[in-house]
């Protein structure tokens, strides 16, 4: 797999001609992300854009419900035909299980990824604001722990903790890292963070790569400079 391939462009824009004014602009992204903002805007027709221009696909919707609903959501998106799709791990074992079986009759089911800790949040927010008594670390293990015991292809976890995770969670537990800035641009709201290089000599099998590229003056330019970078 190259270099490119491993990076996932969010098309993180209100409308659909957003998006689609994105991919024309940099079509040596063979693979993007669809998150929340986007879906909720368009509805599966930009999947289809992506699709028919032979894209790869990260349905980023993080189901978070009771096991029945995370399971018929699941079922309906798998006919979508994305790469990736991701399910909150503390919606707990039930639901995961749920999930897992949910594709078990897809043709071609996703690769289902569990949210261990959105990257947005540092230690003081996990123990102050969420009152969970484990140090960062120690709880994204456990949640990915969760995922690979019930029968999930992997987790979604910041690159700080990455190591970790693939040393105890195996080669083949797929782990994609958001939370990854090259030195030359701001890290915004993502509070653990990693350059590009750092984050795949870490482990990740995949970067979600946004602002840096999709806010940039010269997108292309942009995401020319990360592929260089990591290449060196």
């Known amino acids: 797999m190259s270099i490119a391939d491993k990076i996932i462009v969010p098309l993180d824009v209100p409308t659909e001609d957003a998006a689609i004014a ?8 063979t693979f993007w992300k669809v998150g929340l903002e986007l879906f909720v805007a368009t509805g599966p027709a930009i999947l289809k854009h992506l699709k028919d221009r032979q894209k790869k696909i990260f349905l980023d919707l993080k189901f978070h419900d009771i096991p029945n609903t995370v399971a018929g ?9 994305v790469d990736l799709m991701t399910v909150h791990a503390t919606a707990g074992k039930n639901a995961l299980k749920a999930a897992i079986q949910a594709l078990a009759d897809s043709p071609s089911p996703p690769q289902l990824l569990a949210i261990t800790l959105l990257t947005s949040l540092n230690s003081r927010d996990l123990a102050f604001d969420l009152k969970v008594p484990l140090e960062l670390p120690e709880y994204a293990l456990q949640m990915a722990l969760l995922a690979k015991d019930s029968g999930i292809n992997g987790a979604v976890c910041s ?7 693939r040393q ?4 083949d537990f797929v782990l994609v890292c958001p939370g990854v800035r090259p030195t030359w641009a701001q890290t915004g709201d993502q509070s653990r963070v990693m350059t590009p290089k750092q984050a795949l000599n870490a482990g990740a099998n995949y970067l979600v790569i946004g602002r840096p ?4 003056d010269d997108p292309l330019m942009a995401w020319n400079r990360i592929i260089d970078e990591v290449s060196s």
Do not use: F, K, N, W
């Not at 959501?73 to 035909?81: E, I, T």
């Not at 690159?159 to 995770?165: K, R, S």
């Not at 105890?168 to 080669?171: K, L, S, Y």
């Open 22 to 29: 994105l991919l024309d602009r940099l079509p040596q992204v």
């Open 73 to 81: 959501a699941c079922r309906s998106a798998s006919h979508y035909g």
């Open 159 to 165: 690159p700080q903790e990455v190591a970790q995770l």
């Open 168 to 171: 105890v969670c195996g080669q």
């Open 213 to 216: 590229i999709t806010m940039a």
